[in-house]
């Protein structure tokens, strides 16, 4: 069921093999209909993550990106829109003219030859199927992993079922029906667990594995344990201990081509578990009430902080009708303070008021795409003496639209896929912060919008003191702005959140971490 960890712990399983010396790439499958994730409301999903090529995709895909340190493509976002949009294209084009199409064998043949496409450029293919056992949304697709299976040798396909062992307090017991029901759902669809990934709050008892095995059919040394743990990059430490990647091996019948190397991993681990300092780091926006809406920067700031030995603590600001007490409280409780993207009006007025304090307090501030275009907003207006300025996503009769869509945009009516999506270069502009951050002049990094800096106004804009440190490449859009007699506020129109990893962290939450400390110690 969702929200078990079944990511995390893929994620974790294919780090290890990733570690091992093997070539691992995951794919996602969600039984949604929509096409991508591009048009969920993150309230509903979580965040919407992007990759390199524009797609957007689960928050998984993160988790994925995270873990193995790689850089993912459109193959390892699957949906259940995707697939049928890609069968009724090919109907249209003709190609199963004469037939009638049907899931088994067209819907099964697709999600098959979708899989194998990268057979000759992995080791592994590890999919990972959202949803339950027994839904309707993911049936046809197990159905085409059983076939997929049928048709390669047994040494080839491993499956993992990933499952839950509840502790009854009342009993004092794990309990281990929900695993037995959901193996027999899985064997009456055709497939065996090779290995139960259990999840649980303690380790599992012996008898318990025992039960498990003997029931559900599975050797005893296949039944992993995972946990519950305290920091979630315990996970492939975990399962190493629990010889996961013995059982995985002995079914693919291969051996580690180096012994799984994780000391980074291990050293990361230890500072986050052994903090020299800590922050409190304010995150304002309108999707607060769930978390998972913000995850990408919340682990940006987790990796950041286990770079530095700091720990990092997010508080999430409802910027919606918020109340000047509370922009106070806000004020002068955290140690820097994050606005992210976001789209639509709501909570925009509470994020500006929240920028003018951080401008003035002179307190730590990093704006994330819709969060730069709110501190553009806040400085036109209260700077620049721009009286209403305001974008027109939010005040389409504004007197200074200062963020606005490009001609490039004017004509664009269908949502999805639609944006500026995806990696983009940014030349940086010498002799600023983010230079000194990056210490290049020109980046990489991950966008997801639709309006810009209206360059109508960056003349006056930069009059006024605001200074625009990284541009388009060929010059004509702001993606960086700053203001230099501050000890830390920058905006970006990109998310570099999307490219933190924890091997790796983003360079501008580093910076930024680091001068919320330096804020806290008054320094
Ligand atoms: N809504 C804004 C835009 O479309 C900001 C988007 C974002 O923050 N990702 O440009």
């Not at 409301?41 to 998984?60: A, C, I, R």
């Not at 502790?167 to 959901?182: D, R």
């Not at 998972?292 to 009708?321: Q, W």
Request: charged fraction near 20%; proline fraction near 5%.
């Amino acid at each position: 069921m969702s929200g078990l960890g079944k990511g995390l712990l893929a994620a974790s399983l294919a780090k290890l093999l990733s570690a091992s010396g093997y070539s691992v790439c995951p794919i996602k499958f969600d039984g949604y209909l929509n096409v991508d994730a591009g048009t969920i409301n993150p309230f509903k999903h979580g965040e919407v993550f992007v990759l390199d090529d524009g797609t957007e995709t689960d928050m998984d895909l993160g988790t994925y990106e995270r873990f193995l340190n790689i850089s993912l493509d459109s193959w390892s976002s699957l949906t259940g829109g995707q697939i049928f949009q890609n069968i009724i294209e090919k109907e249209r084009q003709g190609e199963f003219l004469g037939q009638d199409i049907q899931f088994i064998p067209h819907v099964t043949n697709e999600i098959i030859s979708w899989i194998r496409q990268k057979d000759d450029v992995v080791d592994v293919t590890l999919v990972e199927v959202g949803g339950t056992i027994g839904d309707i949304e993911n049936a046809y697709f197990i159905e085409a992993l059983r076939q997929l299976a049928l048709t390669c040798d047994k040494s080839d396909v491993c499956w993992v079922h990933v499952t839950l062992i509840p502790f009854l307090q009342v009993v004092g017991e794990q309990k281990t029906k929900p695993t037995q029901a959901s193996v027999k759902t899985l064997q009456g669809m055709g497939i065996q667990p090779d290995i139960l990934l259990c999840r649980s709050e303690k380790p599992l008892n012996p008898d318990v594995r025992q039960k498990v095995a003997m029931f559900c059919n599975v050797s005893v040394s296949d039944v992993i344990s995972g946990h519950d743990v305290q920091v979630i990059y315990e996970y492939p430490f975990q399962l190493l201990e629990e010889e996961i990647l013995a059982s995985v091996f002995k079914r693919l019948q291969m051996g580690p081509k180096k012994l799984p190397s994780l000391s980074t991993w291990r050293d990361l681990l230890d500072k986050i578990k052994n903090p020299i300092g800590e922050v409190t780091i304010g995150v304002g926006g309108k999707y607060t009430a769930l978390g998972d809406a913000y995850v990408s920067i919340v682990k940006a700031l987790t990796h950041a902080g286990a770079h530095l030995g700091i720990k990092v603590n997010p508080v999430f600001i409802e910027t919606t009708n918020i109340a000047t007490k509370d922009l106070d409280h806000h004020i002068k409780s955290c140690d820097g303070i994050i606005i992210p993207g976001g789209f639509g009006y709501r909570g925009i007025e509470g994020k500006i008021s929240l920028i003018t304090r951080l401008r003035e307090n002179k307190l730590p501030f990093l704006g994330i795409c819709l969060g730069l275009q709110c501190a553009v907003i806040e400085f036109a207006r209260n700077i620049c003496g721009l009286e209403n300025a305001n974008s027109t996503e939010f005040d389409p009769d504004t007197p200074y639209p200062v963020i606005d869509l490009l001609p490039s945009q004017r004509s664009v009516y269908r949502k999805g896929g639609t944006m500026r999506l995806g990696l983009y270069p940014v030349i940086i502009r010498e002799r600023t912060r983010v230079h000194a951050i990056y210490g290049k002049n020109e980046i990489k990094e991950r966008f997801r919008h639709r309006y810009e800096i209206n360059p109508d106004y960056v003349s006056q804009i930069v009059a006024n003191g605001f200074t625009f440190s990284g541009m388009s490449s060929d010059s004509s859009v702001v993606h960086i702005g700053e203001l230099t007699d501050h000890p830390f506020y920058v905006g970006t129109q990109f998310h570099p959140e999307f490219l933190s990893r924890f091997e790796q962290p983003a360079p501008l939450f580093k910076a930024f971490v680091k001068s919320c400390l330096k804020n806290q110690s008054g320094n």
